[in-house]
């Protein structure tokens, strides 16, 4: 996805690129507060905007592919190289937990720009999910980072030199599924219901070119079925407002209704745009509706960028801030209460 076309989104209509143009043919006509977009602009484009995803589920159902087919540029995430000591320590804990593997977060921040705009992008992407044999607790490393995230905003939050803030928070949680079982699984639930108060959950049944047409559609029926009977609630659209046009009326309502999106495997050019995918029994094409719901899944994050930032602080990180008044509040009512001098007469 274009920079330029996300950062557009993250701001309201009066952040178009095009005011600079506009600027330059001022006349004298002009009121200051015909000036006020532009100042807007080249302020909010000088700044930059920052955007967090989560990206959770199994190993090789191509979580990187996604998001690097998605901003248009590759964003893998380069595991550490140990050292000789370090390796041989790896080989025994790998020896020990190679039954049960634990589940980690591997995180890395891209700085983009284009078009005088920045982008500063974090990808946090789960490690060894669902690949252990006792499932019990695997999911708490991954909440635990979520929850990580709102502290250190509100510690930063409180302190005196709030300028400066880094906004950490997770504005986005993309949830890969297996096409290979017949749904989401009981560990998915587990996980999906103890974050879904905390983070935008966006699902994707990963792999979609595994499934027939039919399949598909029956798939994707089990996961709303499954979601709806769990009570976990996933992320929805903002609604477009009375004055809107049709067409993009219509946009959301069938971006709303592709959830989840099933995405095909994607194959990139050397220029990081993707291309159509050739196999013994067919081509694939990502942005072909009838193989992949890709394109909707672009629109989407294209569309609704500011949504979901906004709804992670108004929300999520609200109900945190609230969460933590009330236990600093609690703490104090449980202290001895300070014994004033009584003035006399």
Avoid at 92 to 108: F, G, M, W
Avoid at 221 to 228: A, G, Q, S
Wanted: net charge neutral; proline share 4%; glycine share 2%.
């Amino acid at each position: 996805m274009p920079i330029s076309t996300a950062s557009s989104v993250c701001s309201s209509s009066v952040y178009d690129m095009d005011t600079y143009s506009l600027v330059s043919q001022a006349s004298t006509t002009m009121t200051i507060g015909d000036s006020i977009p532009a100042q807007l602009v080249r302020k909010t484009a000088r700044k930059g905007f920052t955007f967090n995803i989560m990206s959770v589920g199994p190993s090789d159902m191509n979580k990187t592919t996604v998001l690097s087919a998605l901003f248009g540029r590759n964003l893998e995430i380069t595991r550490q190289v140990t050292t000789t000591n370090q390796e041989e320590m790896m080989k025994q804990r790998q020896e020990k937990d190679i039954l049960n593997p634990p589940v980690s977060v591997a995180t890395k921040t891209f700085e983009i720009e284009e078009k005088r705009v920045k982008l500063r992008l974090t990808i946090a992407e789960s490690e060894n999910y669902g690949e252990a044999l006792c499932l019990k607790d695997t999911q708490l490393p991954l909440v635990e980072y979520i929850d990580m995230q709102f502290a250190d905003f509100y510690k930063r939050e409180s302190s005196h030199d709030r300028r400066k803030i880094k906004d950490k928070m997770v504005h986005c949680l993309f949830f890969f599924i297996s096409p290979y079982g017949h749904g989401l699984t009981s560990m998915d639930l587990a996980f999906l219901k103890s974050v879904h108060d905390r983070v935008n959950i966006v699902p994707i049944i990963a792999r979609a070119e595994t499934l027939t047409i039919l399949e598909r559609a029956q798939f994707k029926r089990r996961v709303k079925d499954d979601l709806k009977r769990n009570e976990i609630n996933i992320y929805q659209l903002s609604g477009p407002d009375m004055d809107d046009p049709d067409d993009l009326k219509k946009a959301i309502k069938d971006i709303q209704d592709a959830m989840p999106f099933a995405i095909t495997s994607m194959t990139f050019n050397t220029d990081n745009t993707l291309m159509d995918r050739c196999l013994d029994w067919g081509r694939i094409e990502p942005y072909n509706l009838e193989h992949s719901d890709f394109s909707l899944l672009k629109t989407m994050l294209h569309m609704q960028i500011p949504d979901l930032c906004e709804i992670t602080h108004e929300v999520f990180y609200e109900e945190f801030r609230l969460r933590m008044m009330n236990k600093g509040l609690n703490s104090l009512r449980c202290t001895s209460p300070v014994k004033l001098p009584v003035a006399s007469n």
